[in-house]
């Protein structure tokens, strides 16, 4: 009887625990779940520099599932950057390495396309604004974590399980081989010394920097938005752990970004008459300074200061950017790639976006996709809250960062996501409560071209065409 008792109960419990695991790998959210809870997991698989692209697959598949997709009004500019970057394909060399360049670049650019338009279109009782400001936050964290973990191991390499199961063809380029080798810090010495500048869970360092320096304002519009004692205090203790690795990376990128961004957020809550909490981000910052003039930190700001690393390189790169774009104004060459008159140079159009983009695709490329930037920046720099006036920022720095850092693959995900979080209406026509996944099927999606403003969901103006 007993027995018959255990078997029974622990059926009935294997099949409900059985049923909220099925309920949960259905839920909408998973990808963008698994990709920044994960992201350590990718990093150490080898993954985390084409994670992104495989995360876009499912959120491609829900939105090709529903009846409706929706973009902004001026969406259409960032397509016609889209295919003009396909267009400047045709410019490639005849070799595999650049073919490779390009079609990783290409997909990245469309899968945060994808990322856009999947945040943009998925209801907000299905994805909440807090629970993005929740995962964002945790990949800031894992960023931060990275951080000391750079700072301990150093020029550790990690053979990845990916990169063992690369066939030769792959494994014998270098860029390839790159993207799926994690290393925990690049170790330099400019300053005189040997110091580990972190790149974890990143690839290099520079990628560290643009990331914390986008994430560091989520985090604190997530910590606007915490209630619990517990919340409210150890977010303000984690941003002064961060200043650790912060300053021995010596990364110039992220120390203007935050500076800027603390200098914005500033001016903006002093325009609207919040001089109390204008006043707390001003202290914060002399808290910040004060402590690192009285701990060995400052050696590492001063040797910086007085260091010429990377700046003779970098306005070379930019140099022969111009020279090429004089040669190949309209297309580019498709992709950054070596000059052969200079081999101890990185890739001519890397070491800023807005370098990438002249040389790969060109002046035209170029304008459409700093137009898009700007105009979204300046869309969503309005009635905002304090926790939306931080996601705003997040996505104006691109505008900055995109003169020294690269915006892939993180970067531009990051911004697309605080982008649409910013845009999307509160509920798009044709919205139901159940599941995306679940989603009719129909005819086939519809794409509304004239787009809709955030703050009316009824705009239905303009006509929508069928794809």
């Known amino acids: 009887m007993a027995a018959a008792f255990i078997l029974e109960e622990t059926s009935r419990l294997t099949v409900k625990g059985a049923g909220k695991i099925y309920r949960r790998l259905k839920r909408p959210d998973l990808p963008i779940v698994a990709l920044f809870v994960g992201y350590p997991l990718w990093w150490i698989l080898g993954l985390s520099q084409i994670g992104f692209i495989f995360a876009a697959m499912p959120m491609a598949v829900q939105l090709a599932r529903r009846k409706v997709i929706r973009v902004p009004k001026g969406f259409g500019i960032w397509i016609g950057f889209l295919i003009w970057m396909m267009l400047s394909a045709a410019m490639l060399e005849p070799r595999f390495e650049r073919y490779v360049s390009f079609g990783y670049r290409a997909a990245l650019y469309f899968s945060a396309t994808i990322f856009f338009l999947w945040v943009y279109n998925m209801p907000k009782k299905m994805l909440p604004f807090d629970r ?6 945790a990949f800031w964290f894992c960023a931060l974590v990275g951080g000391y973990l ?3 191991f150093g020029d550790i390499q990690i053979t990845s399980v990916t990169e063992r199961l690369l066939p030769g063809s792959l494994k014998s380029s270098d860029f390839v ?3 799926v080798r994690p290393k925990f810090a690049q170790v330099q010495k400019f300053l005189g010394f040997d110091f580990n500048r972190p790149a974890a869970p990143f690839l290099f360092t520079n990628q560290w920097g643009a ?4 994430l560091t304002p989520v985090a604190l519009a997530a910590w606007s938005r915490m209630r619990g004692i517990k919340g409210r ?3 303000p203790l984690a941003m002064v752990a961060l200043t650790v690795p912060a300053i021995i990376s010596v990364n110039r990128g992220l120390w203007l970004s935050l500076f800027a961004a603390g200098m914005y957020v500033t001016f903006r809550r002093a325009q609207a008459g919040q001089r109390a909490k204008a006043l707390r981000i001003v202290g914060a910052f002399a808290v910040v300074v004060l402590l690192v003039l009285v701990s060995p930190l400052y050696g590492f700001v001063e040797g910086r200061a007085e260091s010429d690393h990377a700046n003779g390189s970098r306005s070379a790169l930019y140099a022969l950017v111009i020279d090429g774009v004089d040669e190949s104004p ?8 070596s000059d052969p008159d200079n081999p101890n140079l990185p890739a001519v159009g890397t070491h800023g976006h807005f370098w990438t983009v002249l040389y790969s695709q060109g002046v035209p490329g170029l304008i459409m996709f700093v137009s898009f930037l700007g105009m979204m920046a300046v869309r969503t720099a309005k009635d905002l809250t304090p926790e939306r006036l931080w996601l705003h920022v997040t996505f104006s720095l691109l505008l900055l960062q995109m003169f020294f850092y690269n915006m892939l693959p993180a970067p ?3 911004g697309f996501i605080a982008l649409a979080a910013l845009l999307r209406p509160d509920r798009a026509p044709g919205d139901s409560d159940t599941s995306l996944v679940e989603a009719d099927l129909g005819a086939g999606p519809i794409v509304d071209l004239a787009g809709v403003d955030a703050q009316d969901d009824s705009a239905r103006d303009g006509m929508s065409v069928w794809i």
């Not at 993005?132 to 936050?137: A, E, K, Y």
């Open 412 to 414: 531009l995900h990051i």
């Open 233 to 235: 205090l150890f977010m």
């Open 330 to 337: 309209f297309f580019g060459y498709g992709a950054p790639r």
């Open 177 to 179: 081989v790159s993207l």
């Open 211 to 214: 990331n914390t320096a986008l």
């Open 132 to 137: 993005i400001l929740r995962l964002l936050t």
């Open 150 to 152: 750079g700072l301990v």
